[in-house]
């Protein structure tokens, strides 16, 4: 056909690839390879299903765009009348077609590890850590997801220095991701006297949890230590040495370990935390077009760097990224409203990728 652009050679192409498989499936002869032509088959159904109604509303346009040039008055205005809803629909499928078409995250459907740190601000910081870090929680459990709390560093006051946790369940990863970055809180401490607002900041990261085939880690590039696990202030909670810390030498990343008494269970954990890590740098390696590395999705806690800001005076919840505000800060922070944010993130890097496909 004349005129055909690449991008409906593309969807051509995938159609007859479908048409291919089915044929292949029906063929008795092909017994040995059915799973992978059937998986193959059942991956590409929902984008042929797609095409073919973009196909359909293509022609039905092209035939409405006729009759409106006819002769016929009143066919004319009929054809008119329906050209603007065809249109619609048209602009509808053409942007499920591509979105279907996006290169997936390999990530999206797996576990997660979620690293909260309190960041500037001191105790008010390590109190808003505690806070972000309960949300989460929250969130996860009315997904219905599993979370389990690997490490907690509390201060004593109620506050958090550091938590991670791990969080499994359905596409748990592509939920979270884009909650990476540098949170702000804006409130009146309960200790300040002169209702002074003060600005604290804690630090999220939400990495791919990595199974043993996704990061190859050798034995020789490791260096475990291990030591006696100690509480606040530096007393001794347990009498022998299982507390672990695993260097992975060749990047400099470390994981400490020391909320479980038997050391195997720590290094465990320990090992899981740094294939997260260790995964994470990898991706970001490969793809370029994520947001640079670790270190700056995490930052430094500083205040001038943020992704959201939580004001308790006027009980809003700003995204900087997205330019969104919520004044429903309760309800984001027992976990129900923060789906609104998670959502238009997503529908903003679909729109993003969108446009850089086009």
């Not at 022609?59 to 009929?78: C, T, Y």
């Not at 979105?99 to 105790?123: Q, S």
Request: proline content about 3%; hydrophobic content about 40%.
């Amino acid at each position: 056909m004349a005129g055909k652009t690449p991008f409906d050679a593309k969807l051509d192409r995938m159609v007859a690839r479908h048409a291919e498989l089915n044929a292949a499936m029906a063929d008795p002869a092909r017994t040995g390879d059915f799973a992978k032509l059937a998986k193959e088959y059942s991956e590409l159904s929902p984008m042929v299903e797609g095409i073919n109604a973009l196909r359909r509303a293509q022609a039905e346009q092209a035939e409405l765009e006729e009759l409106a040039k006819g002769s016929d008055s009143e066919m004319r205005k009929l054809a008119e009348s329906e050209l603007d809803a065809v249109r619609k629909r048209l602009m509808t499928l053409d942007e499920k077609v591509k979105t279907l078409l996006l290169p997936k995250d390999e990530a999206d459907e797996k576990n997660a590890i979620l690293e909260v740190r309190a960041g500037t601000g001191g105790d008010e910081a390590a109190l808003f850590a505690a806070e972000l870090f309960r949300m989460y929680q929250r969130y996860a459990a009315l997904k219905g997801w599993r979370f389990e709390i690997i490490e907690m560093s509390e201060t004593g006051l109620g506050g958090l220095k550091e938590a991670i946790a791990e969080i499994a369940g359905r596409s748990v990863f592509a939920r979270l991701k884009f909650e990476s970055g540098v949170h702000r809180v804006q409130r009146v401490p309960a200790t300040e006297g002169s209702g002074r607002i003060h600005t604290s900041a804690a630090t999220v990261a939400v990495l791919p949890e990595a199974e043993e085939v996704d990061i190859k880690i050798e034995d020789k590039d490791l260096r475990i230590d291990v030591f006696r696990s100690s509480g606040p202030g530096g007393q001794s909670v347990n009498t022998t040495d299982s507390a672990v810390r695993i260097t992975h030498i060749p990047t400099g990343v470390v994981v400490s370990q020391q909320d479980e008494k038997s050391q195997h269970k720590n290094k465990a954990k320990a090992m899981k935390i740094l294939r997260a890590r260790l995964y994470e740098r990898e991706r970001q390696a490969r793809d370029a077009k994520r947001a640079a590395s670790r270190k700056s999705q995490v930052g430094t806690g500083d205040r001038s760097e943020r992704i959201r800001t939580y004001n308790f005076p006027q009980g809003r919840v700003s995204d900087h990224r997205i330019n969104l505000t919520l004044y429903k800060i309760d309800k984001v922070l027992e976990g129900e409203a923060l789906d609104e944010f998670i959502d238009a993130l997503q529908a903003e890097d679909r729109a993003a990728k969108l446009a850089e496909a086009e």
